[in-house]
């Protein structure tokens, strides 16, 4: 067995592996897409091959194209032949570590699955060996992120509280993204501000809210009558199309429902731009603004589960 990352020319066999399971994975329409655009890129897929050549394990990377490191395990492919569970599970483990080691990091594993995936007993079984073989390399911190959509819903109206304007100085949206992160409920911001600098993760998050392939011009600061900031509000797009980005309410106006007027403006520049759909994550423990976007007749379609390193032995 020969562990290492993949070359043009195993393009034909990557394109044969087949995920059957119910979850989220570098399908072939996908790989093509991204290893076109640079999110995927031949040396950060890496296979399990047989001495015949075989693609026996296959693990995809994420990143931006301009990125210097992969962001995401983006799919962990077992081949059926390996059958029994411990096999595939030690298989997928030796594989991922190798990966680590010559990356020097382990980043976080996203699996997209259905609402209610605990009581589908094949989505539940496809998680739960990818969720051992992770575990053995360091990811075993889960963390659920809801997934919404908005789908051609009413169009909302202006607030009648708040202006938006945009802002073409990045430190602006720095000095808002670092107030916006104080007494937060997202997970990753909590455990970036636990090692971080605040300007410093307010800079990088602004740097990273850029690389994707919504408009920077798009970015709204919110303001009250009176001019005080408000929040932040970031019309943006992924790869799969337009999203909320990111929206933020200062701590010293948390609790008066400006969440809604963030989202509604957001929503509303998109529309009135044409889009129909405009998906959008929170994690589960983010209750303000899970509600928000239930509100705001956002639907919740599925789950993103993140599998990390534990926050306390990172
Ligand atoms: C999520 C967020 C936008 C909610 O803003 P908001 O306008 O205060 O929301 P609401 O007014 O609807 O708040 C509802 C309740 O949740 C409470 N609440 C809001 N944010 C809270 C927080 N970070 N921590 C604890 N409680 C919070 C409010 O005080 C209010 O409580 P009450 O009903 O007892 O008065 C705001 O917390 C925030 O900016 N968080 C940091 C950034 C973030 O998480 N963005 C979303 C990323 S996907």
Request: with cysteine.
């Amino acid at each position: 067995m020969l562990f290492r990352t993949a070359v043009e020319e195993d393009l034909d066999r990557l394109l044969g592996c087949v995920v059957d399971e119910s979850i989220s994975w570098a399908h072939p329409e996908r790989l093509l897409s991204f290893l076109e655009n640079g999110n995927y890129r031949f040396d950060r897929i890496w296979l399990a091959v047989a001495d015949d050549g075989e693609i026996l394990a296959r693990a995809v990377w994420w990143g931006f194209p301009d990125g210097d490191k992969p962001l995401a395990l983006d799919c962990v492919y077992v081949h059926p032949s390996v059958s029994d569970r411990a096999d595939r599970v030690g298989l997928a483990a030796e594989l991922l570590r190798h990966a680590h080691e010559a990356y020097g990091l382990a980043p976080e594993y996203h699996v997209f699955v259905g609402n209610g995936w605990r009581d589908d007993p094949k989505a539940a079984a496809a998680i739960a060996w990818r969720w051992e073989a992770a575990g053995r390399v360091g990811l075993t911190h889960e963390l659920e992120r809801l997934r919404y959509e908005w789908a051609d819903g009413p169009v909302p109206e202006p607030s009648d509280r708040l202006v938006f304007r945009g802002e073409e100085d990045d430190e602006a949206f720095v000095e808002a993204f670092r107030r916006v992160a104080a007494g937060t409920l997202d997970f990753h911001t909590r455990q970036a501000l636990a090692t971080m600098d605040p300007v410093a993760q307010a800079r990088e998050d602004v740097h990273d809210y850029k690389s994707m392939p919504g408009d920077r011009s798009w970015w709204r600061l919110a303001y009250d009558k009176s001019g005080d900031l408000v929040g932040v509000a970031l019309p943006s797009a992924n790869n799969g199309g337009p999203v909320v980005g990111y929206l933020g309410v200062v701590p010293e106006h948390r609790g008066h429902g400006y969440v809604d007027d963030l989202l509604a403006e957001i929503t509303r520049f998109l529309a009135e731009r044409g889009v129909r759909r405009i998906a959008a994550d929170t994690d589960a423990g983010n209750v303000p603004m899970a509600r928000a976007f239930e509100r705001a007749g956002y639907r919740n379609f599925a789950v993103r589960l993140v599998l990390s390193p534990d926050p306390v032995n990172a």
